[in-house]
């Protein structure tokens, strides 16, 4: 797919296929994130790669918005470090929603469907994991091919109004 239509094509997709997705596909999904801008090139990540159906199961579980994940063939998780200050805290997100994207944008070139989800309770997520507490699980990303429609540029995105947000020169 051109990058342009991958990035108008791209859209949380909460249902998928029983369809396994390779793990070549994987391993380039993961590759996205692993290639992704950091702050200084911290790369204060890491991925893991989820495909067992007790540990998707499971993971479904963690958060009210985290539901899709247990029908999804695999999953992602992003790990960072616990943060040592709150300046390190917002840098990590920052850095963490780059390399969300870029996995996301990836995995829309293949025609596999992305879902975010947050993580509430943290406990439950590292221990699913084997995640030390060291260590926050910060997202998780359900990775399937869509059940609803294929992943194609969507015309009329739900967005505010381009003029609105969109400014040049002042505000
Ligand atoms: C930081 C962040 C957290 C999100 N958490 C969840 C979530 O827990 N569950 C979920 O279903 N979607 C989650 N989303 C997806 C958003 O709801 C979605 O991106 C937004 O509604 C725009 O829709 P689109 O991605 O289909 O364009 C999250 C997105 C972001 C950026």
């Given at each position: 797919?051109?990058?342009?239509d991958?990035?108008?094509?791209?859209?949380?997709?909460?249902?998928y296929t029983?369809a396994?997705?390779?793990e070549?596909d994987?391993?380039?999904?993961?590759e996205?994130g692993w290639?992704?801008?950091?702050?200084?090139n911290?790369?204060?990540?890491?991925?893991?790669?989820?495909?067992?159906?007790k540990?998707l199961t499971?993971?479904?579980?963690?958060?009210?918005?985290?539901?899709?994940?247990?029908?999804?063939?695999a999953?992602?998780?992003?790990?960072?470090?616990?943060?040592?200050?709150?300046?390190?805290?917002v840098?990590?997100?920052?850095?963490l929603?780059?390399?969300?994207?870029?996995?996301?944008?990836?995995?829309?070139?293949l025609?596999?469907?992305?879902?975010?989800?947050?993580?509430?309770?943290?406990?439950?997520?590292?221990?699913?994991?084997g995640?030390?507490?060291?260590?926050?699980?910060?997202?998780?990303?359900g990775?399937?091919?869509?059940?609803?429609?294929?992943?194609?540029p969507?015309?009329?995105?739900?967005?505010?109004?381009f003029?609105?947000v969109?400014?040049?020169?002042?505000?």
């Amino acid at each position: 797919m051109e990058t342009w239509d991958a990035i108008r094509a791209r859209r949380n997709v909460r249902s998928y296929t029983a369809a396994p997705v390779p793990e070549s596909d994987l391993n380039r999904i993961a590759e996205a994130g692993w290639r992704a801008p950091s702050a200084s090139n911290r790369q204060h990540w890491d991925f893991i790669v989820v495909t067992d159906r007790k540990q998707l199961t499971e993971l479904a579980t963690v958060w009210r918005g985290a539901r899709h994940i247990a029908d999804a063939p695999a999953a992602i998780a992003l790990v960072v470090p616990e943060p040592a200050d709150d300046r390190t805290r917002v840098v990590d997100q920052y850095d963490l929603g780059q390399a969300t994207f870029a996995m996301m944008l990836a995995a829309t070139d293949l025609g596999i469907g992305t879902g975010h989800s947050s993580v509430g309770d943290q406990d439950k997520a590292r221990a699913i994991l084997g995640v030390p507490d060291t260590h926050v699980v910060s997202f998780l990303l359900g990775v399937g091919y869509p059940a609803d429609r294929p992943l194609q540029p969507i015309l009329k995105p739900d967005r505010r109004p381009f003029d609105e947000v969109v400014h040049y020169g002042h505000w």
